[in-house]
T-cell receptor, first 114, second 112 residues
Framework: DSGVTQTPKHLITATGQRVTLRCSPRSGDLSVYWYQQSLDQGLQFLIQYYNGEERAKGNILERFSAQQFPDLHSELNLSSLELGDSALYFC?????????????FGPGTRLTVL | DQQVKQNSPSLSVQEGRISILNCDYTNSMFDYFLWYKKYPAEGPTFLISISSIKDKNEDGRFTVFLNKSAKHLSLHIVPSQPGDSAVYFCAAQQGGSEKLVFGKGTKLTVNP
């Protein structure tokens, strides 16, 4: 158990809908990262927050947004969903925002868009 | 354009033998490399890392080798155990960035 929790574990929805994925980092960790793993793909970095502020952005679509709240949990919002958004979404956390901090991953949320 | 490549989708070895997982990268700005292990229905778990100033890092049964000139790294597991059966992801970081760039993974099966 990494100490990172993600809810829900599974989510099935329809095209055009909007969903929210939630992540609680390890106790004391200030950085939260979101990654997407599509079928047969490696994990793709989406976005990072550090202590409530956006720190780095990757290949995140404009239809996707994220935020980190004062209690340090984070939410990833996916809107106008398309079939291709079906994937595993992982959240990771680390203590600070140093590039050598170990990132600890949650179990992921499996999103299926029908 | 895939910057981190794991060209073997799968690898099967016998218990007790050596497992060698390979990873190639294209971005010469990467200076920190990591291996993660992933079991089904779980998130990736950090295994071992290496900085570009080293060519080898060892942790118990796990050793990572880095060949900067070839832009190649490998993970050696000796001896391999059935519990090592998992998907192994190679990841890389560029200096000053927390973003991890992952390969697609290699599924290792260790047969008893």
């Amino acid at each position: 158990d990494s100490g990172v929790t993600q809810t829900p574990k599974h989510l099935i929805t329809a095209t055009g809908q909007r969903v929210t994925l939630r992540c609680s980092p390890r106790s004391g960790d200030l950085s939260v990262y979101w990654y997407q793993q599509s079928l047969d793909q490696g994990l793709q970095f989406l976005i990072q927050y550090y202590n409530g502020e956006e720190r780095a952005k990757g290949n995140i679509l404009e239809r996707f947004s994220a935020q980190q709240f004062p209690d340090l949990h984070s939410e990833l919002n996916l809107s106008s969903l398309e079939l291709g958004d079906s994937a595993l979404y992982f959240c990771a956390s680390s203590a600070w925002d140093s590039s050598t901090d170990t990132q600890y991953f949650g179990p992921g949320t499996r999103l299926t868009v029908l | 354009d895939q910057q981190v490549k794991q060209n073997s989708p799968s690898l099967s070895v016998q218990e007790g033998r050596i497992s060698i997982l390979n990873c190639d990268y294209t971005n010469s700005m990467f200076d920190y490399f990591l291996w993660y292990k992933k079991y089904p229905a779980e998130g990736p778990t950090f295994l071992i890392s290496i900085s570009s100033i080293k060519d080898k890092n060892e942790d118990g049964r796990f050793t990572v080798f880095l060949n900067k000139s070839a832009k190649h790294l490998s993970l050696h597991i000796v001896p391999s155990q059935p519990g090592d059966s998992a998907v192994y992801f190679c990841a890389a970081q560029q200096g000053g960035s927390e973003k991890l760039v992952f390969g697609k993974g290699t599924k290792l099966t260790v047969n008893p």
